[in-house]
């Protein structure tokens, strides 16, 4: 019997590739990490960029404490199974009048992994809504498998390539996928989806949270870190990844080095650009 959804929602993502708006966190959790966060931006004088977006979860014990909250946990085992891992988190502050969007893409096309049975919980920590640049998604998109992209690199994009769908979009049959906060949208690995800027007043913050099973296996590159959040790893195709006790703990940071640059040739793999400098370069 499923954990948390019924099986017409699980039905209904097998179609769709799309659950939302689903229970994540509390509000005051939401307000909680929020603020944990303003007051490191505070202290360190400005958003959190670069590469500690990515694999965020290494240096900010909050994302590590939330990828592992049950009631997300459960809605993750409804849908890929009992075994689960995170692969990666990203932070994704989306400042007001930035200009920063995300293009129309698909998550498969470039993070090398060889398996579908992954996805991505969305949790929002401010409200996300049209105008501050929430998610559109386009239903059923899933069922393509991974479409041809092309580079952009436009500046605006927060894309790590600017990659886009090279085929034509038909947006009318988009969703706008608007969460208050603590609210999660669910979706999965080849759903094609994108983000406008955000021309309000207030910033958008949100923490994606990236997870696989322990079958998957990378195709990029020989080594890959993942963290067991769920069940068993029969498999070892990932290396483990140590849980962060202080915010900017030395030890982690030295690791996420280490692992950003894998995770940069991961996703810019191809290119002329690798590792970690092709990450903090898309900022």
Request: net charge negative; with cysteine.
């Amino acid at each position: 019997m499923p954990r948390s959804l019924t099986d017409q929602e699980i039905a209904d993502y097998r179609k769709d590739g799309l659950l939302f708006p689903k229970p994540g966190i509390s509000r005051d959790d939401a307000a909680r990490y929020l603020a944990t966060l303003e007051a490191y931006e505070k202290e360190t004088g400005g958003p959190v960029n670069g590469k500690y977006r990515y694999k965020c979860h290494l240096v900010f014990p909050w994302i590590n404490e939330l990828m592992r909250n049950d009631a997300i946990l459960d809605i993750v085992e409804d849908l890929i199974g009992p075994d689960i891992m995170v692969w990666s988190s990203h932070l994704y502050p989306k400042e007001p009048g930035d200009g920063r969007f995300i293009s129309w893409h698909q998550d498969s096309a470039h993070w090398g992994l060889e398996t579908d049975n992954v996805l991505t919980v969305w949790v929002a920590l401010t409200p996300a809504t049209r105008d501050n640049g929430c998610m559109r998604m386009l239903p059923g998109s899933q069922t393509t498998g991974i479409v041809e992209h092309r580079d952009t690199w436009e500046t605006k994009n927060i894309l790590t390539r600017g990659q886009t769908i090279a085929e034509e979009i038909d947006e009318d049959k988009a969703v706008w996928v608007e969460l208050e906060p603590g609210q999660t949208s669910i979706h999965h690995l080849h759903m094609w989806h994108a983000s406008p800027p955000n021309v309000t007043d207030g910033r958008r913050v949100a923490v994606a949270l990236r997870y696989i099973t322990p079958r998957a296996r990378q195709t990029r590159t020989d080594r890959d870190f993942a963290t067991l959040v769920r069940g068993e790893d029969r498999y070892g195709h990932f290396e483990a990844e140590p849980r962060p006790s202080v915010t900017m703990e030395p030890s982690m940071v030295r690791l996420h080095e280490e692992i950003a640059d894998i995770q940069g040739a991961i996703y810019l793999k191809g290119t002329d650009k690798a590792g970690v400098e092709g990450l903090i370069d898309r900022e």
